[in-house]
């Protein structure tokens, strides 16, 4: 049973390996060798912050679920933001320069995210990342960003991590109203004017929940009856809802996604259980929950704006509800204009604002645009910077938070009436002051364009 | 001339008689393939391969386990976790534990998980150990979730990859005039990984464990009444298996610098098995192949449906599609999987041209071909499989 053909085929592998050993002789050779002394390796130094700028364009990125359980409402933000830089590239850039924006899908799963990441700056060779989406994602990929020093702007998260510890994270800058922030100003508000109120606490349970606990709980502790945590991608919040029901809450804040929020919505109807809902501004797009609502219902909730009636919430920067203010305005503007298909939203305008922010950074920076030049120019100018934010950004050389506070405001119908007014506050013990900076009153240029 | 001629049939005798030896030196040129190709591809086809390496050493181990011992695991993706989180667990900073004790201690961590489950799945057959290990996949992201404070809970653990050492650095200059890169580096590990890991699976496979595992997958009672403990084959299939998973997962952790519970979902359990059925079940080859289309097919064809003009979000709907698509027609064009069925036809051929030279020169009554003559692959767990169904698709 050992006998074989003449022509073996191992006898072409022998011919194969010689050929390979030989061909790696040759690399080899062809090697350096051995190392030089003079150090001139080093592909990190000044030179290599111009990557992804060239004289005619400007390659930026982000990552955003495109695709999965969070696509819902997030998927639309780089639309938006898609949209505002085609309407800057069509008025001629900036300095000169097209906006390139490459958005990339991570299905909101932190091991994608660490993938798409090195896709978009090793092979799209961005010069910033702008936008990237989610706590648990951005978490996996602002280290090596820092380290490779691209500059990470407007992370659409509100976790502390991007902004509270500047000499760690250089390069990142976050955008929205922190957690922590939104805890303090809501519970401040509760302790205030709802004293009598039974709170339960809805979170989800990770630096979103743990952030906002914080904040809340420096003005409510005893108030306090129930704390539920539920984990992002487990949809039976079943349990948590019943024990805020048994707890006897009647005034639940809920810090959650907005499939969480028409989660908890749906689970509370069929319990037949009616608190008073403060949903943080991360949860609360009413058109959002609507759908979601109507879908998880499967079309038994057919109006489901319409069961947040009554819903508080809180806003950082306009929403489509508010067709009179100017930024709204241009908004529309803009998407008319060079939008995809699908109506003006939320979720597109928050696109549109960091787009905004970011065509203005690249405008103040002026021609010579480098990473560090753009990072050194967002810390010396960001307080100032005109936009639809309704509070001033808090960018400094020691902070790199983003927006500074929000309204607090009732939903009401298809738009919402204002609790109280902006109002401003920082992490830890700061104190939670009205916004005096007029930042809310400002109205955009007439081109639509940041001067 | 004729001393060269002994001396190269004698190398070649021993090529083909002494496995250890053909799959010493497969190894050293899967290693020198691998350096050349890290070598001559930039920093981001790097990061593909690695996660391509990761993919591979997981897929070969299940296809050792499905393959070879027929028992189907659906939860090789939480068994990559054990992996990925004692690698994180050890890694905890720059000046961590050397990588090749982290690969080890995952491996160990994974191998006591591995036997565990074994234990209990060497009781079970067809859907009920697809639904035990399925149970594996759902519950284990769970561990992480509940024990938040030392495992990170939903946001994980994130790994701080050593630097590489100064000889690689060396070494690489060197060979290549280039830099190692931090990326270059990670993906030779993994690939440095893969080989060693496809080696010792090669030799398992082909050796008396290898030859009970395959009897046990084959006829049960045969194999019971040839002397084999069907339980003990079967918990050590698992454990093999598993020790492949948990160096699976450690590559996974410091290729993607983070252990969290989303990576490791059923999802990961399900593509896995998708690369092992796309390439061809019981293959190391085959689930390379199948690692390869799976890394590489989502990115070409989400770049391919952007440069089609599709906007962002139907292009990153588009990838998959088309790896449904392409599962799909796998299975109806080519069940054996797309490196199974392109074998099997070599095998053929090679088998329809050998009887026919036996035949012409009358001695084909000496019986049919052997295994023998199939030829370099047959390193490949495979072999002896497929050269078995093509003899009995041969008799009439």
């Known amino acids: 049973m050992t006998r074989r053909n003449t022509r073996s085929p191992r006898s072409a592998g022998l011919t194969g390996l010689a050929g390979l050993v030989a061909t790696t002789l040759v690399l080899t050779a062809c090697g350096a060798g051995g190392r030089d002394d003079d150090g001139d390796g080093d592909g990190n130094g000044g030179g290599a912050s111009d990557v992804g700028v060239t004289e005619d364009s400007v390659t930026i990125g982000g990552h955003f679920p495109l695709t999965g359980v969070a696509a819902p409402g997030y998927s639309e933000i780089p639309t938006g933001a898609k949209a505002y830089f085609d309407y800057v590239n069509a008025n001629g850039g900036i300095h000169g320069r097209k906006i390139e924006y490459i958005v990339k899908d991570d299905g909101y799963n932190p091991t994608n995210t660490s993938k798409v990441t090195d896709e978009l700056l090793l092979q799209d060779e961005i010069f910033a990342m702008v936008g990237g989406l989610g706590t648990p994602t951005h978490s996996a990929v602002v280290d090596q960003l820092n380290a490779e020093g691209v500059p990470d702007l407007f992370v659409s998260s509100g976790s502390l991590m991007w902004g509270d510890d500047v000499e760690a994270r250089p390069m990142t800058f976050g955008w929205q109203p922190d957690y922590e922030s939104e805890g303090k100003i809501i519970g401040q508000y509760v302790a205030e004017n709802m004293p009598d109120a039974k709170v339960g606490l809805f979170l989800q349970d990770d630096d979103l929940g743990e952030d906002a606990e914080k904040g809340v709980r420096q003005f409510l502790d005893e108030e306090i009856v129930a704390v539920e945590r539920y984990t992002s991608g487990n949809t039976d919040v079943g349990p948590q809802i019943a024990g805020l029901q048994g707890a006897g809450a009647d005034l639940v804040l809920s810090f959650n996604t907005p499939s969480y929020t028409a989660l908890a919505q749906l689970v509370s109807m069929k319990l037949g259980y009616k608190p008073k809902w403060f949903v943080a501004s991360i949860g609360s797009d009413p058109n959002l929950v609507g759908s979601l609502l109507s879908q998880f219902s499967e079309g038994a909730i057919k109006d489901g704006a319409s069961a947040l009636e009554g819903v508080m919430t809180s806003e950082y920067i306009p929403g489509t509800d508010q067709t009179d203010d100017p930024w709204v305005q241009l908004w529309q503007k803009v998407w008319d204009e060079h939008g995809a298909k699908g109506e003006l939203t939320n979720y597109r305008i928050y696109g549109m604002s960091h787009a905004y922010a970011f065509v203005q950074a690249l405008q103040g920076v002026g021609e010579d645009l480098t990473r560090e030049g753009l990072v050194e120019w967002l810390e010396e100018n960001g307080e100032g910077l005109e936009g639809p934010q309704l509070a001033p950004f808090r960018y400094s050389a020691d902070s790199h938070m983003g927006i500074a506070g929000m309204r607090l405001a009732e939903i009401k119908g298809d738009t919402t009436e204002p609790l109280t007014p902006v109002l401003v506050t920082d992490i830890g013990d700061a104190e939670i002051t009205e916004d005096s900076s007029g930042q809310a009153d400002d109205a955009p240029p007439e081109s639509g364009i940041p001067e | ?396």
Do not use: C
């Open chain 2, 1 to 396: 001339m004729a001393a060269a001629a002994a001396r190269t049939a004698r190398l070649r005798t021993a090529l083909s008689e002494v496995t250890l030896l053909r799959h010493l030196v497969g190894a050293a040129l899967g290693l020198l393939l691998v350096v050349l190709v890290l070598s001559a591809v930039d920093d981001f086809r790097r990061v593909q391969l690695a996660e391509m390496a990761y993919l591979g050493i997981a897929a070969g181990g299940l296809t050792v386990l499905t393959g070879l011992n027929g028992q189907l695991s659906l939860g090789h993706g939480a068994l990559m976790a054990f992996g990925a989180y004692t690698t994180a667990l050890l890694l905890p900073d720059r000046d961590g534990v050397p990588l090749v004790v982290v690969l080890l201690a995952a491996v160990a961590v994974t191998v006591v998980v591995g036997a565990l489950v074994g234990v209990a799945a060497a009781r079970l057959h067809g859907p009920y150990l697809a639904g035990a290990t399925l149970a594996l996949a759902v519950a284990v992201p769970g561990i992480a979730l509940y024990f938040k404070e030392t495992l990170g809970g939903e946001q994980g653990l994130r790994i701080i990859v050593p630097e590489a050492p100064t000889w690689a650095d060396d070494a690489t200059f060197f060979v290549t005039g280039q830099d190692l890169t931090p990326r270059g580096w990670i993906a030779f590990v993994a690939w440095l990984t893969l080989v060693v890991t496809y080696f010792l699976l090669a030799n398992l496979s082909r050796s008396r464990v290898g030859r009970r595992w395959r009897a046990v997958r084959d006829d049960e009672v045969a194999a019971q009444l040839a002397g084999i403990d069907l339980a003990r084959s079967r918990v050590s299939a698992f454990m093999v298996s598993a020790a492949a998973a948990g160096a699976a997962g450690a590559v996974l952790a410091i290729a993607v610098r983070l252990a969290a519970p989303s990576s490791f979902t059923l999802n990961l359990s399900l593509t896995l098995l998708a690369a092992v059925v796309l390439g061809g079940l019981g293959s190391l080859t085959g689930a390379l192949t199948g690692a390869a289309l799976l890394t590489f097919l989502p990115q070409v064809v989400t770049d391919l449906g952007r440069e089609a003009g599709l906007d962002d979000i139907a292009a990153a709907e588009l990838a998959p599609l088309v790896y449904g698509v392409v599962m799909v027609l796998v299975i109806l064009l080519a069940p054996a999987g797309l490196f199974g069925t392109a074998h099997r036809a070599v095998v053929t051929r090679r088998t329809r041209r050998a009887l026919a030279a036996r035949a012409a020169d009358g001695r084909a009554s000496t019986g049919a071909p052997t295994d023998g003559s199939a030829g370099p692959t047959d390193s490949d767990p495979a072999t002896r499989d497929s050269t078995t169904t093509t003899r009995e698709g041969a008799q009439p």
